[in-house]
T-cell receptor, first 115, second 114 residues
Framework: EAAVTQSPRNKVAVTGGKVTLSCNQT?????MYWYRQDTGHGLRLIHY???????EKGDIPDGYKASRPSQENFSLILELATPSQTSVYFC??????????????FGPGTRLLVL | AQKVTQTQTSISVVEKTTVTMDCVYE???????LFWYKQTASGEIVFLIR????KKENATVGHYSLNFQKPKSSIGLIITATQIEDSAVYFC???????????WGSGTKLIIKP
């Protein structure tokens, strides 16, 4: 069964609304990541986490917050969604010690449309 | 600066043949990690295989293997006995030892014809 799951799989939101994307992993990995994928940009890192209670900014954190309440769960929060945040969002978990050595395993993705 | 380049945008081969996808990278780190992922038509991203720069032997997993040429900063993915379900976009990615960031190539679309 899938080790990294995301919910919802599809979401339509209104501009200015709050959106929460959830990710759960059963790999027992310490590291978790949030990416967005847009045509022409590939995968871009938004936030990541070393473990429960920690969140770090990635390459494009503006407009996003992250929360890691437990080893298994990592959420991405858009407090005030904008149309530019329309994208496909992927969560990943990583094994190994430290983020510079891990192999990342991805969830199925969430398609977000902000109108 | 770190960079990963996949020059082949699309490759088409007949089923059951062998295909090689190219990837070159740039890094100043003496140790680094190289990965290949596959993205299916449904959008799923699947980890395939990994090569750590300090290992001399080419990694092999199932019908995937790597051609790691460190002096050329090259990490090619070889798929033997291709199947229709291998049709996907293949991404090469790299992380330098000193950097948390996973640098991605632009992907190569592989089409397997019957």
């Amino acid at each position: 069964e899938a080790a990294v799951t995301q919910s919802p799989r599809n979401k339509v939101a209104v501009t200015g609304g709050k959106v929460t994307l959830s990710c759960n992993q059963t790999n027992n990995h310490n590291n978790m990541y949030w990416y967005r994928q847009d045509t022409g940009h590939g995968l871009r890192l938004i936030h990541y986490s070393y473990g429960a209670g920690s969140t770090e900014k990635g390459d494009i954190p503006d407009g996003y917050k992250a929360s890691r309440p437990s080893q298994e769960n990592f959420s991405l929060i858009l407090e005030l969604a904008t149309p530019s945040q329309t994208s496909v969002y992927f969560c990943a978990s990583g094994e190994g010690s430290g983020t510079n050595q891990d192999t990342q395993y991805f969830g199925p993705g969430t398609r977000l449309l902000v109108l | 600066a770190q960079k990963v380049t996949q020059t082949q945008t699309s490759i088409s081969v007949v089923e059951k043949t062998t295909v090689t996808m190219d990837c070159v990278y740039e890094t100043r780190d003496s140790s680094y990690f190289l990965f290949w992922y596959k993205q299916t038509a449904s959008g799923e991203i699947v980890f395939l295989i990994r090569q750590d720069s300090y290992k001399k032997e080419n990694a092999t997993v199932g019908h995937y293997s790597l051609n790691f040429q460190k002096p050329k900063s090259s990490i090619g993915l070889i798929i033997t006995a291709t199947q229709i379900e291998d049709s996907a976009v293949y991404f090469c990615a790299m992380r330098g030892y000193s950097n948390y960031q996973l640098i991605w190539g632009s992907g190569t679309k592989l089409i397997i014809k019957p």
